[in-house]
């Protein structure tokens, strides 16, 4: 899988699952500031990841993941 396909798997379950306006995702979107996603809103984004990329995600690698591109990079490096 390479990575476009990996942002549009991100991006559509952010438009879908959460709602976000499709014109605000962008690589250098901040999850929580500029996509508006809370605490719990990265528990389903753990299962999501978990179910359509087939790893698990580590909890203390999460926490370094503060834009989209960050979190393009972690699924593309655990893939």
């Given at each position: 899988m390479d990575r476009s396909e990996i942002k549009k798997i991100v991006n559509d379950f952010l438009i879908e699952e959460f709602e976000i306006d499709k014109d605000t995702i962008n690589d250098e979107a901040h999850l929580i500031n500029d996509l508006g996603l809370e605490s719990l809103d990265f528990v389903d984004i753990v299962v999501i990841i978990e179910k359509d990329f087939g790893f698990k995600v580590k909890r203390e690698e999460m926490?370094?993941?503060r834009v989209l591109?960050?979190?393009?990079?972690y699924i593309e490096k655990n893939l």
């Open positions: 926490i370094n993941v591109n960050d979190l393009y990079d």
